[in-house]
């Protein structure tokens, strides 16, 4: 009942950009930190940023950073991540997740994938010339 569903991954070029989304049915974000997740293939699951629930607190890896934003649009249950000058190293499938009690308030600490506890199906993102 309680679902998460990725939306605007795809093929771009080193340097370009993409918007993925984050739709929410079944429950409201507001009571959730959200995280962004990302899995390349033969590579280890990688917390690459989290937002609180209010939206007031936000970290990213340090790969990411200056380079990836997310937000939060907690009356349209959404949660955006804006991803620019991307790198072929970014490809992967990137995932949403939700977190009941993990907060993502501790500065500069990307998201743990063990402590989220819901998750959508996962976006294709392909950066290549």
């Known amino acids: 009942q309680l679902q998460l569903v990725e939306s605007g991954g795809g093929l771009v070029q080193p340097g370009g950009s993409l918007r993925l989304s984050c739709a929410a049915s079944?429950?409201?974000?507001?009571?959730?930190?959200i995280g962004w997740f990302r899995q390349a293939p033969g590579k280890e699951r990688e917390g690459v940023s989290c937002i609180s629930r209010s939206g007031g607190s936000t970290n990213y890896v340090d790969s990411v950073k200056g380079r990836f934003t997310i937000s939060r649009d907690n009356a349209k249950n959404t949660v955006t991540l804006e991803m620019n000058s991307l790198k072929p190293e970014d490809t992967a499938d990137y995932y949403c997740?939700?977190?009941?009690?993990?907060?993502?308030?501790?500065?500069?600490?990307?998201?743990?994938?063990?402590?989220?506890?819901?998750w959508g199906q996962g976006t294709q993102v392909t950066v290549s010339s």
């Open positions: 079944g429950f409201t974000l507001d009571y959730y930190a």
């Open positions: 997740a939700a977190a009941q009690r993990t907060l993502c308030t501790d500065y500069g600490v990307p998201p743990s994938p063990r402590e989220y506890d819901y």
